[in-house]
């Protein structure tokens, strides 16, 4: 997420989405009541047309200000929703739908910014570990580190792998595994990559992975391309393999944080605490460690301005402890609003 520009003197924020989960982030931000601008097109119809003909208006880019009734997140076409009524620009008093994609720019005023929505924006803008894409055949390897900026070459190994039928093939073709996973490491210390991607055409790719694997301990993600190229790792960008990965990699870490509160409950642990109260109970005495919320908990908190929730998050933070808030499109999510939505791994037991 790019933030473009910040006045909160003025109560607004204008960013820029780039990915699908920036999206995500903005709708556990824009609530009812905001304000939201955005370039967009409607129909706009021609006063000095002649009355006799009916004029049914041109589509033209316009500039709305729309206040928020309602938004949605759709993660299947990719765009979050936002529906209200305009406000500022043609037709006002009209509802309007703005639909939020990535590469869009719109600009939220509110009223007051809460600090965990602006703690949100500023981990949105962090820059992510950089993503290594790999796209190998047999005897090539292309290493390329998605950026900010774009894609960045950064190296490649050659090979002599023989035919099918050649007799050292599979000597060769290890050999040549190797130098490619020497390199890999290198640039993954180097970069301080976290999340690799591996792709080509073939069934080598997945050979490899498996390498990697068995022989190095890393495990990546595997795409399928047309090519061991930069035209391969151009291909696995376009087909979403950065997102997915990095997302995956968001996924995972909420899920081991609610594992471990489960599995503490399994076992009769006092170090965990689950439901409004009990967690409220344990941040008082400044026993969590890390708090965890169901993401739709802590909009509705936000929304209807539940003072418990807010007082919770607070005593939480003031006292050193990490406040996770968990995604319900997962299974781990839905997991966790079976205990409510709340829960804490807490730094020590409670007194009975």
């Known amino acids: 997420m790019k933030i473009l520009e910040k006045d ?37 119809k021609d006063e000095r047309a002649e009355t006799i003909r009916r004029d049914k208006g041109e589509r033209r880019p316009v500039y709305l200000g729309v206040r ?12 979050l929703r936002i529906k209200g009524i305009i406000e500022h620009g043609p037709e006002s008093g009209s509802h309007h739908t703005i639909n939020v994609t990535t590469g869009k720019r719109i600009k939220v005023v509110k009223e007051e910014w809460d600090r965990k929505d602006l703690e949100r924006l500023e981990e949105a803008e962090m820059s992510r570990p950089p993503v290594l894409l790999v796209a190998v055949d047999a005897g090539e ?17 050659r090979h002599n792998v023989p035919g099918k039928r050649g007799g050292d093939r599979r000597a060769e073709l290890r050999e040549f595994f190797h130098r490619l996973a020497d390199e890999i490491e290198r640039v993954m210390k180097e970069e301080g990559v976290e999340h690799l991607v591996v792709g080509g055409p073939g069934f080598v790719k997945e050979e490899f992975a498996e390498f990697l694997r068995e022989e190095r301990g890393i495990n990546p993600a595997v795409e399928d391309t047309g090519s061991a190229d930069e035209s391969g790792l151009v291909e696995m960008i376009r087909r979403g393999a950065v997102e997915r990965v990095v997302e995956e990699s968001r996924v995972a870490e909420e899920a081991r944080h609610v594992e471990e509160v489960f599995k503490r409950i399994g076992r009769g642990d006092d170090t965990v605490a689950y439901g409004l109260e009990d967690c409220k109970r344990a941040a008082e005495f400044g026993a969590v460690e890390t708090l965890l919320i169901a993401d739709e908990v802590f909009r509705r908190a936000m929304v209807e301005g539940d003072e418990d929730v807010r007082e919770l998050v607070e005593y939480v933070e003031r006292t050193g402890g990490d406040v996770l808030i968990v995604s319900t499109e997962h299974e781990w999510g839905e997991r966790l609003l079976e205990l409510g939505g709340v829960a804490a791994l807490l730094r020590f037991g409670l007194p009975g």
Do not use: M, Q
């Not at 924020?13 to 939201?36: A, C, F, N, Q, S």
């Not at 900010?148 to 190994?157: F, I, K, P, Q, S």
């Open 8 to 44: 909160l003197d003025k109560g607004y924020v204008e960013v820029l989405p780039e990915t699908l989960d920036d999206l995500w982030h903005l709708y556990h931000i824009v609530r009812k009541g905001d304000l939201v601008f955005a370039l967009e097109r409607r129909r706009v």
């Open 141 to 157: 390897g292309t290493l390329g580190i998605v950026r900010d900026y774009g894609l960045d070459v950064v190296a490649r190994v």
């Open 68 to 79: 928020v009734e309602d938004t949605e997140f759709d993660k299947y076409s990719n765009r």
